[in-house]
């Protein structure tokens, strides 16, 4: 090894090799180094000597650490291919890494694809034939309550923007009161009234053979899962998913179902915005208002639905939306109100049977009991 701890300033410097390489260098021959003399004299190389081993220890150093020294500095630089080595294998990884993810991620696609495509072979063929049934009912029944110059939307909106708030109805020592009872009983005639004059000869809600209201009151028919409240399953007869057995009273509850509790009630009343009645931003008042006439709404369809021993019970689904019904006793209490409910809920009553005669007829069938 060269001593250049001592040497001419004038002279090249040469750095030293590591002791661990050229152990390494040490091992890897199997003949000894030849030995070089170094003079005294610490102004002078023995030139003879030194460049025969420069050259060896060069050969040897390159093909150990793959460094080339620089002739005139004497100074190791790194290889450039060594130094793009790193940055390529660093390079390769992220990208082996992103197929390996991608690759998992479409394996785990490729499984809920599966589970999905399983879970609807498992359901019945004309269950999604059904359900477009259902919808078109909901939407077909929008179009008319939400009919701008129509009696029901001119009810539903001036009593909601009333400056009377209907909450003042829910407590009898407040001095309007009276002014909120009126404003309901206006409401709660209006709308009912005009509900129960609609029954049209054609179209998804006629009462021909074709229609989808008739459907919706045949046996048989596949209903989806989460379509029922638990109150209205405790009416209804079912076989898996199917209704069967659909008497003159559970008839009644599919219809006043559907026209009163979803596509009125818990839709345009309990979300007024995403179903458009209201359009913009829902102010406290109208928040308010829409609960308490939901509320009563719903109350006179569950009596009209129920039987005369007993009413259907509140949804446990809808009750942080709902007032129960004590909430509502100093409404439904009132002489005047307790007139119009009862009229109210003879007329749903009739009006239903009404309809099902009407299918029923078209159907070629006798009166269900």
Same mark, same amino acid.
């Given at each position: #090894?060269?001593?250049?701890? *001592?040497?001419?300033?004038?002279?090249?410097?040469?750095? !030293?090799?590591?002791?661990?390489?050229?152990?390494?260098?040490?091992?890897?021959?199997?003949?000894?180094?030849?030995?070089?003399?170094?003079?005294?004299?610490?102004?002078?190389?023995?030139? =003879?000597?030194?460049?025969?081993?420069?050259?060896?220890?060069?050969?040897?150093?390159?093909?150990?650490?793959?460094?080339?020294?620089?002739?005139?500095?004497?100074?190791? @630089?790194?290889?450039?291919?060594?130094?793009?080595?790193?940055?390529?294998?660093?390079?390769?990884?992220?990208?082996?890494? #992103?197929?390996?993810?991608?690759?998992?991620?479409?394996?785990?696609?490729?499984?809920?694809?599966?589970?999905?495509? &399983? &879970?609807?072979?498992?359901? !019945?063929?004309?269950?999604?034939?059904?359900?477009?049934?259902?919808?078109?009912?909901?939407?077909?029944?929008?179009?008319?309550?939400?009919?701008? %110059?129509?009696?029901?939307?001119? +009810?539903?909106?001036?009593?909601?923007?009333?400056?009377?708030?209907?909450? &003042?109805?829910?407590?009898?020592?407040? $001095?309007?009161?009276?002014?909120?009872?009126?404003?309901?009983?206006?409401?709660?005639?209006?709308?009912?009234?005009?509900?129960? =004059?609609?029954?049209? @000869?054609?179209?998804?809600?006629?009462?021909? $053979?074709?229609?989808?209201?008739?459907?919706?009151?045949?046996?048989?028919?596949?209903? !989806?899962? @989460?379509?029922?409240?638990?109150?209205?399953?405790?009416?209804?007869?079912?076989?898996?998913?199917?209704?069967?057995?659909?008497?003159?009273?559970?008839?009644?509850?599919?219809? #006043?179902?559907?026209?009163?509790?979803? +596509?009125?009630?818990?839709?345009?009343?309990?979300?007024?915005?995403?179903?458009?009645?209201?359009?913009?931003?829902?102010?406290? &008042?109208?928040?308010?208002?829409?609960?308490?006439?939901?509320?009563?709404?719903?109350?006179?369809?569950?009596?009209?639905?129920?039987?005369?021993?007993?009413?259907?019970?509140?949804?446990?689904?809808?009750?942080?939306?709902?007032?129960?019904?004590?909430? #509502?006793?100093?409404?439904? *209490?009132?002489? %005047?109100?307790?007139?119009?409910?009862?009229?109210? =809920?003879?007329?749903?009553?009739?009006?239903?049977?009404?309809?099902?005669?009407?299918?029923? +007829?078209?159907?070629?069938? =006798?009166?269900?009991?």
């Amino acid at each position: #090894i060269l001593n250049t701890s *001592q040497h001419d300033p004038q002279t090249p410097k040469i750095r !030293p090799i590591s002791v661990s390489k050229y152990n390494v260098l040490n091992n890897s021959q199997t003949h000894k180094t030849p030995s070089i003399s170094i003079r005294n004299d610490p102004g002078q190389f023995n030139i =003879e000597n030194e460049r025969p081993l420069a050259s060896l220890q060069h050969s040897r150093y390159e093909k150990i650490s793959n460094i080339v020294v620089d002739q005139h500095e004497f100074t190791p @630089k790194p290889n450039v291919r060594e130094k793009k080595k790193p940055k390529f294998r660093r390079n390769l990884f992220r990208k082996k890494a #992103i197929g390996i993810l991608f690759i998992i991620h479409l394996k785990h696609r490729a499984i809920k694809t599966r589970e999905d495509s &399983n &879970n609807h072979s498992n359901q !019945p063929p004309n269950a999604l034939i059904h359900k477009i049934r259902l919808q078109e009912i909901i939407v077909a029944l929008h179009r008319v309550y939400l009919e701008p %110059e129509s009696a029901i939307h001119s +009810a539903l909106f001036h009593a909601i923007n009333n400056p009377i708030s209907l909450d &003042n109805a829910l407590n009898t020592s407040t $001095k309007n009161y009276s002014g909120a009872i009126d404003i309901i009983g206006t409401t709660l005639k209006t709308v009912i009234s005009k509900i129960t =004059e609609f029954m049209p @000869k054609e179209g998804v809600l006629s009462t021909e $053979k074709g229609s989808a209201v008739s459907a919706l009151i045949q046996d048989g028919n596949p209903f !989806p899962e @989460k379509y029922f409240w638990d109150c209205e399953r405790e009416l209804l007869e079912f076989d898996n998913l199917k209704v069967t057995n659909i008497t003159k009273s559970r008839a009644k509850l599919l219809i #006043i179902g559907i026209f009163l509790f979803r +596509a009125l009630i818990t839709t345009l009343l309990l979300k007024p915005v995403k179903y458009r009645f209201i359009l913009g931003h829902l102010t406290p &008042n109208e928040s308010i208002s829409l609960k308490v006439l939901a509320s009563v709404i719903f109350y006179i369809g569950r009596r009209a639905v129920g039987s005369k021993s007993q009413l259907l019970a509140l949804p446990h689904e809808w009750q942080l939306s709902l007032h129960t019904d004590a909430d #509502i006793e100093t409404i439904i *209490q009132h002489s %005047e109100i307790n007139s119009i409910i009862n009229t109210c =809920e003879k007329s749903l009553r009739m009006w239903c049977e009404e309809y099902i005669r009407r299918i029923d +007829a078209s159907f070629g069938k =006798e009166l269900r009991t």
